[in-house]
């Protein structure tokens, strides 16, 4: 389905901050930006998930819809043209960004799907979930939800790559319900985080 809004700037002259969508930012000048561009009653739980993944570490950004709607009267805006300002600026000062979003559980309700074009680190990070029992599969070229697209959100840090999470419906509420689980997820990302060679913090 084709989005209402092609752009933030379509978004903002019909939509109010405070009213409509809420804008989150945990700035701490960190290389690496956790991202949930579709937060609150767009794709539930990525906005918890995010903020929790970006812990004490790292930068988050967050936009969240503070109504529940139809699809056809979404205040989505898909991850290639997602150009909210606030997010850019942060972008522009991070070395990696990793976005986190949410998709129905149709096709594979338990697996993460893993994107981007940082495909070191999405390959590392796999490979740390599915030994964590966590399922991960990777996705790349000729997957709708490859996230490889160079104008994806995730892949517009100074790196040029990024990662992307697609979390079914049915595991983003065991993040957000269950702590030691989503305590898991984090600390998987950190220690992959950890292990780059590039040194990302």
């Given at each position: 389905?084709?989005?209402?809004y092609?752009?933030?700037?379509?978004?903002?002259?019909?939509?109010?901050?405070?009213?409509?969508?809420?804008?989150?930012?945990?700035?701490?000048?960190?290389?690496?930006?956790?991202?949930?561009?579709?937060?609150?009653?767009?794709?539930?739980?990525?906005?918890?998930?995010?903020?929790?993944?970006?812990?004490?570490?790292?930068?988050?950004?967050?936009?969240?819809?503070?109504?529940?709607?139809?699809r056809?009267?979404?205040?989505?805006?898909?991850?290639?043209?997602?150009?909210?300002p606030?997010?850019?600026?942060?972008?522009?000062?991070?070395d990696?960004?990793?976005?986190?979003?949410?998709?129905?559980?149709?096709?594979d309700?338990?697996?993460?799907?893993?994107?981007?074009?940082?495909?070191?680190?999405?390959?590392?990070?796999?490979?740390?979930?599915?030994?964590?029992?966590?399922?991960?599969?990777?996705v790349?070229?000729?997957?709708?939800?490859?996230?490889?697209d160079?104008?994806?959100?995730c892949?517009?840090?100074?790196?040029?790559?990024?990662?992307?999470?697609e979390?079914?419906?049915?595991?983003?509420?065991?993040?957000?319900?269950?702590?030691?689980?989503?305590?898991?997820?984090?600390?998987?990302?950190?220690?992959?985080?950890?292990?780059?060679?590039?040194?990302?913090?």
């Amino acid at each position: 389905m084709i989005d209402v809004y092609a752009s933030f700037a379509d978004l903002a002259a019909q939509e109010i901050e405070g009213l409509h969508y809420q804008i989150h930012i945990i700035d701490r000048d960190a290389r690496t930006l956790i991202l949930a561009p579709h937060g609150g009653h767009i794709e539930p739980g990525t906005l918890q998930i995010g903020k929790a993944l970006a812990g004490d570490c790292y930068s988050f950004y967050g936009f969240e819809s503070l109504e529940k709607r139809l699809r056809t009267a979404s205040l989505h805006i898909t991850s290639s043209r997602f150009d909210e300002p606030r997010a850019l600026e942060l972008l522009h000062r991070a070395d990696l960004a990793i976005s986190v979003h949410g998709r129905k559980d149709k096709e594979d309700a338990d697996a993460i799907w893993v994107g981007g074009l940082h495909e070191r680190l999405r390959d590392r990070l796999v490979l740390f979930f599915n030994d964590a029992a966590i399922p991960a599969k990777a996705v790349g070229a000729g997957h709708s939800l490859s996230g490889r697209d160079p104008k994806n959100i995730c892949n517009r840090g100074r790196f040029g790559a990024g990662v992307q999470f697609e979390i079914p419906a049915r595991l983003r509420q065991k993040l957000v319900i269950e702590q030691k689980l989503l305590s898991q997820f984090t600390e998987i990302l950190h220690h992959a985080l950890q292990q780059e060679p590039l040194a990302l913090e």
